[in-house]
């Protein structure tokens, strides 16, 4: 049985609001705060460096970390790489591909500003941008992508999950038509990751990034980066770890992970995000699922009864809900939910201005679960944005 009140017990923050932001950060559970006090009070040393037994016991950690992350992620520990953010972890894609003049990129007009800006940046390069358009819902059709694919094309760039519309991409036909032609895919798990079942093995693409901040109820800067081949990426960062051999003139990389880590990275971060994926097996990534779908369908059943409320996006979403008030500014509605309900909802552009705009807004409200949200907090907010409505009506 789902024990939603006993998981809301290691989230102390909770007890003083109503926090509907998941998709933006998660909260951190006490069992993670835990796990990063402990490396700072037991063991903290550096990682990957020094035979003492402080160096020792944080590689040791740092190391299962992985592991428990690739076997969560199912992929091979020695491809996932630590980094601070999702954004990073495209940035690593958009910075190390060996591009060349007249090559071709698809993305989608939806995608976060992370999965958007790096391809768009390329085009003072002489590369060529395509940017597919979704359906109303926010649904990618990878007939679409497959219609926009030329000779040139080198990679398709999209998001497993979007943070605007909360719409799920066919990403399994999208990899498929990619690599029926070649072409490296890109999947930005931002707001997957944690939330569903993500099988990396099974999906085989390319590329993967999320963040340890979200669904996967991490601290903040912490990310993993799946690369399925070293080959692929030329590291955009060098020095201390990333190399086994230097001489004065030359050196060598290090196979995988190590020439894509450089430096000291963030060890407690990374120690507490293995605590955080143990976490969510714990309770089960299905259960997870189940709970935040059924809030989800309760959230917009009870918004759909509000006049006034538009609401956007697919049925079957993952716990992403935008939604507009006709005459009211966005920041305005998530400032009254605040001052009043302590109800925590993001408003604005959500860092995908493309999207927001091609809604023809200026701004959604967008509520967003997590795993320790309850059927009464979806019942105090939707109150409150009908609440809301009659102050414009
Ligand atoms: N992609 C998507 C779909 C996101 O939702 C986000 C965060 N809102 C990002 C990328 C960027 O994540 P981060 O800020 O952790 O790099």
Redesign the pocket.
Known sequence: MYDVTSIREDFPVLKDVIYLDS??TTQTPVQVVAAMNDYFYRFAGNYGRGAHRLARETTNHYEESREKVASFLNADHSKIIFTK????GINMVAKGMEWHAGDHIITTLIE?H??FIPWLNLKRYGIFVDVIEPDSRGIIDPVDIEGAINDNTRLIAI?H???VFGSIQDIESIIRIAHRNDIQVLV?G??SAGHMTVDLSALNCDFFAT?G??GLLGPQGT?VMYIKDPDDLEPVYLGGGTVHGVGIDSFELEPFPGRFEAGTPNIPGVIGLGRSIEYIQDIGIKNIEKHENELTEYAISRLSEIPMVEIYGPDNRAGVIPFSISGMNSHDVAMIMDETKRICVRSGY??AMPAIEFLKLDGAVRASFGLYNTVKEVDIFADAVGQITSLVS
Do not use: L
């Open positions: 998709a933006a953010n999702t954004t990073e976060h992370s999965n998001s999950v979007s943070n930005d931002a707001q963040s901040h979200k990310g959500h860092c």
